[in-house]
């Protein structure tokens, strides 16, 4: 096929070589853009991968969790938790709660629903060294980031991240699967 595009100037050397230029130039242009509306393009195809979830507080189903201590209740929205894929989960806290220092393999990101839940930083529970995040609130721990929680009042937080999930108490002695 190139040489019966060629053949008319075959004879005309000057002008082959701008013919070639051209279709290159051509060529080159529709390979750029290609790429620039695929690495544009690609992330909206990505984020649509999934199946499209649409879920009301009516719909969770709340249970207990045996990796907190006693009263905490749980809605898994998106998991399983023990796989290395997206998770959405509520925690719901009642009053006076206190989950004792802890940590996770993963990056925590908590947003609070309702109530207030205070939260610290370190290797031991300290009320005092706590900071209140009212509802609308949100805090992001980093992997393996000591950290621990009490409330007052009744309080969700919608945690999200990317598992395996898991938590492990900085004392072992405060794991109420051990107990």
């Keep these: ?15 082959l070589a701008k013919f070639i230029n051209e279709a290159i130039m051509k060529y080159l242009k529709q390979i750029t853009w290609a790429v ?19 879920v009301t507080a009516s719909d969770l189903k709340w ?13 898994i929205i998106e998991g399983p ?9 509520r925690l719901r806290f009642p009053a006076d709660y206190k989950m004792p220092a802890h940590w996770h393999p993963a ?19 300290e009320p005092t060294k706590t900071k209140p995040l009212p509802a ?11 950290h621990f929680v009490w409330t007052k009042e009744e309080a969700t937080v ?8 898991g938590i492990t108490y900085v004392n072992p002695a405060d794991d109420p699967r051990k107990k």
């Design 36 to 54: 620039i509306f695929g690495i544009f393009a690609a992330p909206s195809v990505w984020a649509q991968g999934g199946a499209h979830t649409m």
């Design 81 to 89: 938790l023990n796989e290395a894929v997206p998770f959405t989960f």
């Design 136 to 146: 609308g609130s949100v805090a992001i721990m980093q992997p393996k980031t000591n």
């Design 1 to 15: 096929m190139l040489s019966v595009i060629v053949a008319p100037y075959a004879c005309r050397g000057a002008e």
């Design 158 to 165: 919608q945690v999200h991240g990317v598992g395996p999930w």
């Design 107 to 125: 990056i925590e990101h908590v947003t609070v629903i309702s109530g207030t839940i205070n939260m610290g930083v370190g290797d031991k529970l």
């Design 63 to 75: 249970v207990d969790v045996p990796s907190l201590p006693s009263g905490a209740k749980l809605a």
